[in-house]
């Protein structure tokens, strides 16, 4: 019986590895998607020339600047997606398979590549998915027609609550520790009476 146990328990411990595959495919996404993002910025920079071209009237010139912030907007938003999928092949493989010995040697490697446990990983991946999630919000912003004053409510509305997300998700990591646990100190020349 305990060597039937021996042998399931490895075999159970050894599944763990089926998340290669996931890695694999997370890496490939995350490079695909930088490629084909770096192809559309890089077609985005050489459309720009026409920008400086004094045959444009100023209605087409405004047209032409729209349309390339939302590209710009729309390259950025590729490489956070690209990061996210990069972020959770690493977190994957660090959590299941092994510990990537480079990136713990290295000074220079940065903090948010090295995961210790689940909940990191999905601390991290909820950081740039939220500022995912904010650039897609300024892009629908400049698409925004107000009609009414409650619109413009709403708009301010929406960025005081993107403002409280990014200081909560800042505050969770202890950035707001100073605030919160300051001691309370005496007023300037009063000595305290034992």
């Given amino acids: 019986m305990k060597k039937i146990e021996y042998y399931f328990e490895l075999i159970l411990w050894n599944s763990r590895l089926a998340v290669i595959a996931a890695v694999i495919a997370s890496l490939f996404t995350s490079l695909a998607v930088y490629y084909m993002t770096t192809v559309d910025a890089v077609i985005l920079i050489s459309d720009i020339g ?102 413009m409510l709403y708009f301010a509305g929406s960025i005081a609550l993107i403002g409280l997300a990014l200081f909560l998700t800042h505050a969770s990591e202890g950035s707001y520790a100073p605030l919160r646990h300051r001691k309370k100190e005496s007023p300037a020349g009063e000595q305290e009476k034992s």
């Fill in 50 to 151: 026409e920008y400086a071209s004094p045959a444009l009237s100023e209605e087409e010139r405004l047209t032409l600047r729209a349309n390339t912030i939302r590209h710009v907007i729309g390259v950025v938003d590729g490489y956070l997606l690209g990061t996210v999928l990069l972020i959770f092949a690493l977190g994957l493989y660090e959590l299941f398979v092994s510990r990537i010995d480079p990136a713990t040697r290295s000074e220079t490697a940065p903090r948010v590549l090295v995961i210790t446990s689940l909940d990191d990983l999905k601390v991290r991946l909820a950081k740039v998915m939220l500022m995912i999630l904010i650039v897609r919000f300024f892009e629908h912003a400049l698409d925004m027609k107000f009609s009414a004053n409650t619109d």
